[in-house]
């Protein structure tokens, strides 16, 4: 377990990083945690969880990680105590928008009255920056989506065929992460927690902004990519189509010129000009002939 703590005169914030059951249990008898609560630090859930008790508050946020390797979201849980006198952090591994915020506090960027005002207001700040970190996700998506769609009219169709899925299933795992955020700040918003020092619906209202925002973001990028799957395909469709047309045209002018080739290559005396001195070049003219017919009819009637 790795432990930062930050003090001041109203309360204490405890960062805790990859704590064991032993640690939290300690935790849990300093600050009288229900132990369910502490269950759920120590397991994975699947959605975002508020709950109130008379004297603290237990949130379970869900946040996103990016693999570069495999170029696809894995999920970082962020759960928080907060009460009248104390505010606890506990993750598995590194949170940036928190370790960047504590070390600022510590490093006295920001002075440490309006670093940690009090656990209302921490929360607050930690909310807002790590909903505040869904951005740059969503920006750097909304490029690749840019550039998804410029290569499409570009003649990589089937070059982007993998890109767009790659992009189809990393927006459904943040709609997956966000969605649930929703109910979640709403619920809080409404909340009457009596041990909080000051109304916080206007700051909650704030970040609630921010994930709808984010949501509303997604839901552009789901339409967006729905729409680059189908111009994909639909384009693809169409040059296929269009190879299978000219082939079948090619095989239409074909099929009778060696129809041609095959009578004439049959052992019988009756077959026209087959005698005659120049019977080759007269057969080979026919069928150039016939063939040249066949090109000219097909565009005439615009198939080629």
């Given at each position: 377990?790795?432990?930062?703590?930050?003090?001041?005169?109203?309360?204490?914030?405890?960062?805790?990083?990859?704590?064991?059951?032993?640690?939290?249990?300690?935790?849990?008898?300093?600050?009288?945690?229900?132990?369910?609560?502490?269950?759920?630090?120590?397991?994975?859930?699947?959605?975002?969880?508020?709950?109130?008790?008379?004297?603290?508050?237990?949130?379970?946020?869900?946040?996103?990680?990016?693999?570069?390797?495999?170029?696809?979201?894995?999920?970082?849980?962020?759960?928080?105590?907060?009460?009248?006198?104390?505010?606890?952090?506990?993750?598995?591994?590194?949170?940036?928008?928190?370790?960047?915020?504590?070390?600022?506090?510590?490093?006295?960027?920001?002075?440490?009255?309006?670093?940690?005002?009090?656990?209302?207001?921490?929360?607050y700040s930690l909310m807002k920056n790590l909903f505040l970190s869904y951005f740059p996700i969503i920006d750097h998506i909304s490029d690749d989506l840019d550039e998804i769609e410029d290569k499409i009219?570009?003649?990589?169709?089937?070059?982007?065929?993998?890109?767009?899925?790659?992009?189809?299933?990393?927006?459904?795992?943040?709609?997956?992460?966000?969605?649930?955020?929703?109910?979640?700040?709403?619920?809080?918003e409404s909340l009457n927690i009596d041990f909080f020092q000051r109304e916080m619906d206007i700051y909650f209202s704030d970040v609630n902004d921010f994930v709808e925002k984010t949501w509303a973001v997604l839901e552009d990028q789901r339409e967006t990519v729905i729409s680059l799957e189908n111009t994909n395909e639909s384009l693809i469709s169409h040059k296929s189509s269009e190879i299978v047309k000219t082939l079948t045209i090619f095989s239409a002018i074909l099929l009778p010129l060696t129809l041609f080739a095959s009578i004439y290559g049959m052992n019988m005396t009756q077959i026209p000009f087959i005698f005659h001195p120049q019977s080759f070049w007269i057969v080979l003219g026919m069928m150039f002939a016939f063939g040249v017919g066949l090109f000219f009819f097909f565009r005439k009637k615009k198939w080629l």
């Amino acid at each position: 377990m790795r432990v930062k703590e930050i003090k001041t005169e109203k309360f204490t914030w405890v960062d805790v990083k990859k704590p064991t059951r032993q640690e939290l249990e300690k935790l849990r008898e300093k600050y009288h945690f229900h132990y369910l609560d502490i269950d759920d630090t120590l397991t994975y859930t699947q959605r975002p969880k508020i709950e109130k008790y008379d004297d603290y508050l237990f949130i379970i946020l869900r946040f996103p990680i990016f693999d570069k390797k495999e170029r696809k979201f894995n999920i970082s849980e962020v759960d928080f105590f907060v009460g009248q006198d104390f505010f606890i952090s506990i993750h598995r591994g590194d949170v940036e928008p928190i370790q960047k915020f504590m070390s600022e506090c510590q490093s006295e960027k920001i002075p440490i009255e309006k670093c940690v005002k009090d656990p209302e207001f921490l929360l607050y700040s930690l909310m807002k920056n790590l909903f505040l970190s869904y951005f740059p996700i969503i920006d750097h998506i909304s490029d690749d989506l840019d550039e998804i769609e410029d290569k499409i009219f570009q003649e990589q169709e089937r070059e982007m065929v993998k890109e767009i899925m790659v992009m189809k299933r990393n927006i459904i795992a943040l709609r997956r992460i966000v969605g649930p955020h929703r109910m979640m700040m709403k619920t809080l918003e409404s909340l009457n927690i009596d041990f909080f020092q000051r109304e916080m619906d206007i700051y909650f209202s704030d970040v609630n902004d921010f994930v709808e925002k984010t949501w509303a973001v997604l839901e552009d990028q789901r339409e967006t990519v729905i729409s680059l799957e189908n111009t994909n395909e639909s384009l693809i469709s169409h040059k296929s189509s269009e190879i299978v047309k000219t082939l079948t045209i090619f095989s239409a002018i074909l099929l009778p010129l060696t129809l041609f080739a095959s009578i004439y290559g049959m052992n019988m005396t009756q077959i026209p000009f087959i005698f005659h001195p120049q019977s080759f070049w007269i057969v080979l003219g026919m069928m150039f002939a016939f063939g040249v017919g066949l090109f000219f009819f097909f565009r005439k009637k615009k198939w080629l």
